[in-house]
Antibody, heavy 119, light 111 residues
Framework: EVRLVESGGGLVQPGGSLRLSCAASGFTFSAYTMSWVRQAPGKGLEWLSAVSGSGAYTYVADSVKGRFTISKDNSKNTLYLQMNNLRAEDTARYYC????????????WGQGILVTVSS | QSALTQPPSASGSPGQSVTISCTGTSSDVGGYNYVSWYQHHPGKAPRLMIFEVSKRPSGVPDRFSGSKSGNTASLTVSGLQAEDEADYYCSSYAGTNNFMVFGGGTKVTVL
């Protein structure tokens, strides 16, 4: 059974940093692209970043480029999202999602983790 | 990268059909047959309903179908059931520079 469990969320002040983790199990983690997607309160889904199975290639949405960094540790089956210089508009539920062999398609998602940016 | 355009809401009575459109550009929807649709109940993980424009993952009822014409993709839910009430999002691969983009979401209400 595929499981994705996010952690590391919480309350952070504007300008602060946070690192989200996503523990994966039930599939060969190193074989699949993984992504982070968020949903701000009352808003839709927004794709943020993706990393290839090996970790060699990363893709980042313009909205968070230069502030968010995605990475993965295949030895620990864990996906990360380092978020720096956080802003109020980064307040959202953050989901990790498993890619498939079809580009830009996610077949499993975590339950999400809440990040609140506020003073 | 602009979000794909979806109507904010759609509705239908039980047993009826509803179709949701998803309009992009030649750089995303029109350029690739990699359009997906996700069902999202608030507080739960999104669920993949359609991939590669019209394919259904195992376990998804055949009441859900997808299609595409030019820069616009569509999701049709036939034989609406109460449990189909949810938010639906389209997404499309957008090439190696932009990777992918979501639509703004459509709230489907079963009357």
């Amino acid at each position: 059974e595929v499981r994705l469990v996010e952690s590391g969320g919480g309350l952070v002040q504007p300008g602060g940093s946070l690192r989200l983790s996503c523990a994966a199990s039930g599939f060969t983690f190193s074989a699949y692209t993984m992504s982070w997607v968020r949903q701000a309160p009352g808003k839709g889904l927004e794709w943020l970043s993706a990393v290839s199975g090996s970790g060699a290639y990363t893709y980042v949405a313009d909205s968070v480029k230069g502030r968010f960094t995605i990475s993965k540790d295949n030895s620990k089956n864990t996906l990360y999202l380092q978020m720096n210089n956080l802003r109020a508009e980064d307040t959202a539920r953050y989901y990790c999602a498993k890619g498939t062999t079809v580009a830009g398609t996610f077949d499993y998602w975590g339950q999400g983790i809440l990040v609140t940016v506020s003073s | 990268q602009s979000a794909l355009t979806q109507p904010p809401s759609a509705s239908g009575s039980p047993g009826q059909s509803v179709t949701i459109s998803c309009t992009g550009t030649s750089s995303d929807v029109g350029g690739y047959n990699y359009v997906s649709w996700y069902q999202h109940h608030p507080g739960k993980a999104p669920r993949l309903m359609i991939f590669e424009v019209s394919k259904r993952p195992s376990g998804v009822p055949d009441r859900f179908s997808g299609s595409k014409s030019g820069n616009t993709a569509s999701l049709t839910v036939s034989g609406l059931q109460a449990e189909d009430e949810a938010d639906y999002y389209c997404s499309s691969y957008a090439g190696t520079n932009n990777f992918m983009v979501f639509g703004g979401g459509t709230k489907v209400t079963v009357l």
